[in-house]
């Protein structure tokens, strides 16, 4: 079975964010100060062949791991979906 897997992957909170910051400054030089913070991340889709949905998000576990996030700087999750 193929399953859709979404794996979004965000910059540590303890760390700053230097996209982040560049587009709050953007926005407020916009005029638009309502909004407080800005966290820029990934969103990565892939689409996996698995026996199991568990199996599919253990693979897509692996290959975060090993490729997409780096765990010094980054943190990620992961949602299965059919």
Not at 45 to 57: C, F, H, P, R, V
């Amino acid at each position: 079975m193929t399953y859709t897997v979404q794996v979004t992957v965000m910059p540590l909170k303890e760390l700053l964010d230097p996209q982040g910051k560049a587009v709050i400054g953007g926005l407020q030089n916009l005029g638009i100060k309502a909004i407080q913070d800005v966290r820029i991340g990934k969103n990565i889709t892939l689409q996996i062949e698995a026996d199991s949905a568990d199996k599919a998000k253990q693979i897509a576990e692996d290959a975060t791991k090993k490729l997409l996030a780096n765990p010094v700087m980054e943190y990620f999750e992961i949602h299965v979906a059919q």
